[in-house]
């Protein structure tokens, strides 16, 4: 997402859904490198995403920064402190394994 890009979000991972889920089409998942990097992304992503595709969205975790959760409706979107990401590894669970066979969780 070039919003991400153009305000220095770090290891942004796109990952296509479709087969794997109803919940959303598309996950993006990218990282902040504080909580007020976090809170600025998720600021202005969400106005890009009003402005340009007039899009109504859902936040959530805004306001400790850690972890900022936004749902525009096919394409779910997580912004992390890097921290709080290498603990959920969350892009894991969706990402396909090496052998293609899902790992046992």
Excluded: C
């Amino acid at each position: 997402m070039k919003v991400l890009d153009d305000n220095l979000a770090q290891e942004t991972v796109e990952i296509d859904l479709r087969g794997k889920s109803t919940i959303a089409d598309y996950m993006v998942v990218a990282s902040g490198r504080s909580k007020r990097q976090v809170v600025s992304l998720s600021e202005k992503l969400l106005e890009s995403l009003k402005q340009q595709f007039r899009i109504q969205t859902t936040i959530e975790g805004k306001e400790g920064g850690d972890w900022v959760l936004i749902d525009a409706g096919d394409v779910i979107i997580h912004l992390f402190r890097p921290e709080v990401r290498n603990f959920y590894q969350i892009e894991k669970l969706w990402m396909p394994t090496e052998s293609g066979a899902k790992d046992n969780i």
